[in-house]
């Protein structure tokens, strides 16, 4: 990742919670942070005029395939999230798109469907990277992690506070050295 992107990324998530209307320490819920910001989310289900037969081919019969995707259309941006994964992955999923969007990244394809929808795929792993960081540091900022975890919450309660899957609490704690700065390590 760049240098300084870390830093740079946990202070953007603050600057977006807070015009939002949360604290570093709240949960944040990503389809009505995603719509404030003017975004679109939809499920396989929820998409206007989708296929039936598509939409069992996404969340049914190959569901661990794929978890998200943003399409364009006009000046409209939607972001697809797999309905049949948890909301916690879910969340993830949804902020890791908008990350992708926040970031102004370019994917390293951008294939047109039938109907001239421009959908945003395979984006190069450094920027992979970045749009992961950027959507944990979103969904469980090290300022909130520090509150919490300083109060003697221990991850899976972070997880559940949070909204998150425990795999991204563990990871977020872990990575962002909240228990050595607590002193717990
Ligand atoms: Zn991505």
Known sequence: MRRGFKTQAEKLAL???????????????????????????????????????????????????????TVREGGKTAIIVNSAHPVTRQANTLMHE??????????????????????????????????????????????GLLYHCGRGLASPEVAAHFGISEQLANWRIGKTGVLRQLGFR
């Open 15 to 69: 600057k977006h919670r807070s015009s939002f209307g949360v604290t570093a320490q709240d949960r944040l819920d990503p389809r009505q942070f995603l719509n404030d910001m003017g975004l679109i989310v939809w499920t396989p289900e929820e998409i206007p005029g989708m296929d039936e037969s598509h939409v069992r081919q996404l969340t049914k019969a190959d569901p661990d395939s794929w978890s998200g995707v």
């Open 98 to 143: 908008w990350a992708h969007i926040e970031l102004r990244h370019k994917p390293s394809r951008a294939d047109r469907s039938v109907g001239g929808i421009l959908l945003l795929s395979d984006y190069p792993a450094e920027i992979e990277d970045e749009a992961d960081w950027l959507a944990g540091c979103i969904l469980a900022p090290r300022e």
